[in-house]
């Protein structure tokens, strides 16, 4: 008798205890934003309470009031994040109406958990087929919140978070680093998304001019001590550029030599891909073991070149050499930069396009002012200028890059456009 008040206090403590422990458990939930859309307080609570555990530090997290038809408005004229978080209160059917009409405004890559009030068997399958990464039943405890998103991004079985973009010149000084941290900067600031930005040229990397940072540790610290890394290791070496922006500054000093094997860069690569949804490698002018095996693992690859004979020759036998590395993936894009230099004989677009096969994702006229301007002030081109046309074809470029756009060939404008809309519009 006596036992029967004392038992369920034990149960109590030890489901917490278990709670605390599968907490404890979880690893730190990388940089990715979280938007939440909450129909309740009850629900609302745990969810903000979540974003303020320590695993959740990095992520962004912003709750909502207001539900899917929130969502819906919300998305028409904003990003959507890599997790939206909706509660419902709507019966099944609707529920699922109501997520087809927010898939409309979604960017495919967005993750979405669904906070229902049905305890429906049914319902749960239909929404994992169609694509929702998980269903959970409120109430809801901040242990919850948390588990789903590391269920989700943290999962040693699951995907890695972080699309890899290499950028390497045809030739040194053609400007590649210069397009990979403004567009690294572009990325991050136009879809509120976490980029991180690897300078893997430690001799003479200038991303820390660039940002105007002087980190005192970096990625040499990381490539001189594979051992150690780890997501909590990797964190400590960051240094943070802008709101959604961090890197990994070489230390471009001479002190040492670089000389890497192949394997070198791969865990630390592993790591921030884990880590944030963008990794963006600023891939030096070299071709080495570990620059080629850099390349040949990236998700998606952009050489720069400027408009004569070396570099098309260059980037001629780049892009073999990657498609025989790379032959089920999408040839490298190409960057054609600094035309127009005035006096100089250049290669017209059309010329250098044609043997390669690939159209330029985008032609970019030589500006020293903006350029120079830019670099000496350790500012991004676009807050120098944003106005200037060349920050609109960098924000064009980030849309593309991310999938958010199609590379825009010139046939295809006009009419093309317009019946691909009508086509969209009719399904
Ligand atoms: N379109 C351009 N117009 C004028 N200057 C440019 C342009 N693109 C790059 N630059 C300048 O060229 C120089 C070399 O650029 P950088 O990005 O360091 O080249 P890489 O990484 O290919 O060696 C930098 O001073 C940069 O500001
Ligand atoms: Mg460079």
């Known amino acids: 008798m006596s036992n029967l008040a004392y038992e369920p206090s034990v149960d109590i403590a030890d489901a917490l205890q278990q709670d605390v422990a599968a907490m404890q458990a979880l690893r730190p939930i990388p940089r990715i934003s979280i938007q939440a859309f909450c129909e309740t307080e009850g629900v ?50 609707d529920l699922l109406e109501q997520l087809g009409r927010l898939s409309e405004h979604c960017d495919p890559s967005s993750k979405v958990v669904v906070v229902g009030h049905y305890n429906d068997i049914g319902l749960y ?9 998980e269903y959970v039943i409120a109430p809801i405890s901040i242990i919850d919140v948390v588990s789903v998103v590391s269920s989700i991004f943290v999962d040693p079985e699951a995907e890695p978070i972080g699309r890899s973009i290499a950028f390497i010149g045809a030739k040194g000084g053609v400007g590649s680093s210069t397009m990979a941290h403004n567009l690294a900067w572009a990325m991050s600031s136009l879809f509120k998304s976490e980029v991180m930005v690897a300078d893997l040229d430690l001799a003479f990397g200038t991303a820390n001019i660039n940002f105007d940072q002087d980190p005192a540790q970096g990625i040499a610290e990381a490539v001189f001590s594979p051992e150690r890394i780890d997501e909590v290791y990797l964190d400590r070496l960051l240094a943070q550029c802008a709101e959604h922006l961090s890197l990994l500054a070489a230390p471009s000093t001479l002190d040492r030599v670089y000389d890497f094997d192949a394997e070198a860069f791969s865990h630390i690569i592993d790591t921030a891909q884990r880590s944030a949804p963008t990794l963006v490698l600023d891939v ?3 071709w080495s073991g570990w620059s080629k095996n850099t390349l040949s693992k990236a998700d998606e690859i952009v050489i720069t070149a400027t408009p004569e004979l070396a570099n098309l020759r260059n980037t001629k036998n780049l892009v073999d050499m990657l498609k025989k590395l ?15 230099i005035p006096k100089r004989p250049e290669i017209s677009v059309q010329d250098f396009a044609d043997p390669l096969g690939i159209t330029p994702m985008a032609v970019v006229p030589f500006d020293p002012q903006l350029f120079g301007n830019a670099a000496n002030n350790g500012r991004m081109l676009g807050e120098m200028d944003a106005k200037s046309p060349i920050v609109a074809t960098l924000n064009e470029i980030a849309h593309v890059l991310t999938g958010r756009a199609e590379l825009k060939t010139k046939k295809k404008a006009g009419l093309g456009n317009i019946l691909e809309a009508l086509r969209r519009g009719k399904k």
Do not use: W
Not at 69 to 77: D, G, K, L, N, R
Not at 84 to 90: C, P, Q, V
Not at 326 to 340: C, E, M, S, V, W
């Open 44 to 93: 609302a609570h745990p969810i903000e309470r979540a974003g303020e555990d320590r695993r959740m530090a990095k992520a962004h997290l912003k709750v909502h009031m207001g539900g899917i038809a929130t969502a819906i408005e919300f998305y028409q004229s904003a990003p959507t994040p890599n997790l939206i978080i909706l509660e419902s209160r709507a019966e099944p059917q």
């Open 125 to 133: 399958r239909e929404l994992i087929r169609s694509g929702i990464s």
């Open 284 to 286: 030096p002018h070299v």
């Open 326 to 340: 790379r032959p089920n993936d999408a040839p490298p894009k190409l960057i054609l930069n600094q035309t127009g």
